[in-house]
C-alpha cells in the first residue's frame, strides 16, 4: 500500500450530509439511485448517482445522514451530473453499505 502525506490527506474533502431527496436511476448501467444531498449553508446541495440498490429503498434514504467527498469534478453518468461521491463499504457479496456517523452531526461537517 502507498503511504500519502498528512497533507494529501487534507486534500481530500469528506463532509456529513443529509439526503433530502432520492429516486430511482433506471438510465445507468449498473442498479443505481439519485440522491440529493444536503451539505449545509457553506456547499449547499449536490446531488449524486449511487449503486446502492441491494439494501436501500430510495423512501428509507430520505432524512439519512451520509458521507461524501465533496471536492472531486462533476461527473456525467448518462443523462444525470453526480456533483460528489457518496463514500460506502461492500458487503460479502458486494453490495454497498454507506458510512455515515454514528450520531447526528450538522450537515457540512468535515471529517478529520
Not at 497533507?7 to 443529509?18: E, N, Y
Not at 433506471?26 to 446502492?52: C, N, V, Y
Not at 448518462?78 to 457518496?86: A, D, I, K, N, Q
Request: net charge negative.
Amino acid at each position: 500500500m502507498a503511504e500519502i502525506s498528512f497533507d494529501d490527506f487534507l486534500k481530500v474533502d469528506i463532509r456529513a450530509g443529509t439526503v433530502l431527496r432520492a429516486e430511482p436511476f433506471p438510465e445507468a448501467r449498473k442498479p443505481a439511485f439519485k440522491l440529493w444531498i444536503d451539505f449545509g449553508p457553506e456547499i449547499g446541495e449536490k446531488k449524486t448517482s449511487a449503486q446502492i440498490t441491494d439494501h436501500y429503498a430510495p423512501d428509507a434514504l430520505v432524512g439519512r445522514q451520509v458521507m461524501a467527498v465533496v471536492n472531486f469534478p462533476p461527473r456525467q453518468i448518462g443523462p444525470f451530473m453526480s456533483e460528489v461521491l457518496t463514500l460506502g463499504l461492500s458487503d460479502d457479496t458486494g453490495g454497498i453499505i454507506l458510512l455515515a456517523p454514528d450520531q447526528p452531526v450538522a450537515n457540512g461537517q468535515r471529517m478529520h
